[in-house]
């Protein structure tokens, strides 16, 4: 159905070639009067379209007027203008908004393509990371945030979700922790956030609990050498000093805890990588889970010869010790303890498995805390500092591998250190079984 300007449009042409034939009749010329104001009309509507190109290479000039159909033409083209115009504004408003709450934010945020080219950033970043406009804009994030840890971290961000922690490109004494989002295909989004007070209280934690642990060491060992003198006596008095020289070789596996713990935590992590040998390994913590469970529990060693891993061969070691003393300890006797050294797709994965007393569920997110406890009665029962698992996470994470723990109450438990493919090796090895 014709709109009501269609409708005026064509009653007007009829109106006006009405008048037009009715004035060639009077002439006596009808059909080249017609022709005439035809004519007329058509370079009348040349000269609209032509002011109309004119406003289109020029839209910042005021839009044309005219008569007629024309007028409606150019008015209906000005609302929209108009329209256009104030939507414009709006959105202009809107991103003006939007850069005043990412200016206010306290966080340094920045917008990357998927080239990981710097694309935006906030004012924060500007004084965090000493970003310039428009200098920075458009380079290598890995370029502005200089280190192998940020590149490397970077580069797996799609697959694995994580935090880093590194010291700000412009103050080596301000720390940040950065988190990367991706928010659209092509997008990603980096926050990094000022640490600096929670790292300094954490190292000023760790410095505190490492200088009170080798203050505490030497009285240590002074008493516990006076203790080891009456511990042979035959009345009482031996009985007693047993108790006390048991109380403090627990309290010196707490401070040797505390120091392990303290080392792994603090940035100065010693030890070179190298390649090692964790058949070997496992062998020697063979023979110290032997002594420790004197024939209490049945043994399996499933090995894989050959398989190597990469990293810190005492740390590992460290690690390992500590989940097989946790089996140990917290397995019946007659119960089973079965540890694995195995390639998978996942990588090299590290296994101890227990028929022990098992975990509850809701214990299991917190087991690497920290002194955390399951309870009470357990930690009388098996003794231990509290730190292990906590310092078998440490070793993991400098490894970038992860821990895995299933358990079920009265079943057992078993606990996976997965490691990933490039820090293992399969190398050439004669066949051996432990």
């Not at 713990?261 to 603090?266: E, F, I």
């Not at 062998?283 to 110290?288: F, Y």
Request: with cysteine; glycine share 6%.
């Amino acid at each position: 159905m014709p709109s009501k300007s269609a409708k005026r449009l064509i009653v007007r042409f009829a109106v006006a070639g009405t008048i037009a034939l009715a004035a060639g009749w009077l002439l006596g010329y009808p059909l080249i009067t017609l022709l005439a104001v035809l004519a007329l009309y058509g370079l009348w509507g040349l000269a609209n379209v032509v002011r109309l190109h004119r406003w289109l290479e020029r839209p910042d000039l005021q839009v044309p007027q005219s008569v007629g159909i024309w007028s409606e033409i150019f008015d209906r083209i000005n609302r929209l203008e108009k329209s256009r115009h104030k939507q414009a504004d709006q959105y202009r408003a809107m991103i003006r908004d939007y850069q005043s709450l990412a200016d206010a934010l306290p966080d340094a945020t920045l917008i990357m393509d998927g080239n990981e080219n710097l694309k935006w950033f906030n004012s924060t970043a500007r004084s965090l990371l000493g970003l310039k406009v428009p200098d920075d804009l458009g380079q290598p994030v890995t370029n502005l945030l200089r280190g192998s840890d940020f590149a490397d971290w970077l580069a797996v961000q799609r697959e694995l979700r994580s935090r880093l922690e590194m010291a700000s490109p412009v103050d080596d004494s301000t720390w940040l922790s950065i988190t990367a989002v991706d928010y659209s295909e092509d997008l990603r989004l980096l926050i990094l956030r000022d640490i600096t007070d929670v790292h300094n209280v954490n190292q000023m934690r760790r410095d505190f609990v490492a200088n009170i642990s080798h203050e505490l060491r030497t009285p240590l060992t002074v008493l516990l050498g006076y203790l080891e003198m009456f511990e042979d006596s035959d009345d009482e008095t031996g009985e007693m000093v047993g108790k006390m020289r048991s109380q403090a070789e627990q309290m010196r596996e707490l401070l040797a805890d505390l120091l392990e713990l303290s080392r792994l935590q603090s940035d100065r992590i010693s030890g070179e990588e190298d390649e090692v040998d964790v058949e070997a390994m496992l062998a020697q913590l063979r023979e110290q889970l032997e002594e420790v469970s004197r024939n209490r529990h049945r043994l399996e060693f499933r090995i894989e010869p050959g398989l190597k891993l990469r990293g810190i061969a005492s740390d590992l070691e460290s690690a390992f010790r500590n989940l097989l003393l946790n089996a140990a300890n917290y397995t019946p006797e007659g119960g089973a303890i079965t540890v694995g050294w195995q390639s998978s797709p996942e990588g090299a994965v590290f296994s101890v498995a227990d028929t022990g007393i098992g975990i509850p569920s809701r214990a299991i997110p917190r087991l690497t805390e920290r002194f955390f406890r399951v309870s009470n009665d357990r930690a009388r029962t098996s003794g231990g500092t509290g730190l292990g698992l906590s310092i078998v996470k440490h070793v993991l994470n400098a490894h970038q591998a992860r821990l895995h723990v299933t358990s079920e109450l009265g079943e057992g438990s078993e606990f996976r250190c997965i490691f990933p493919p490039e820090r293992t090796c399969l190398a050439a090895s004669r066949e051996q079984r432990m």
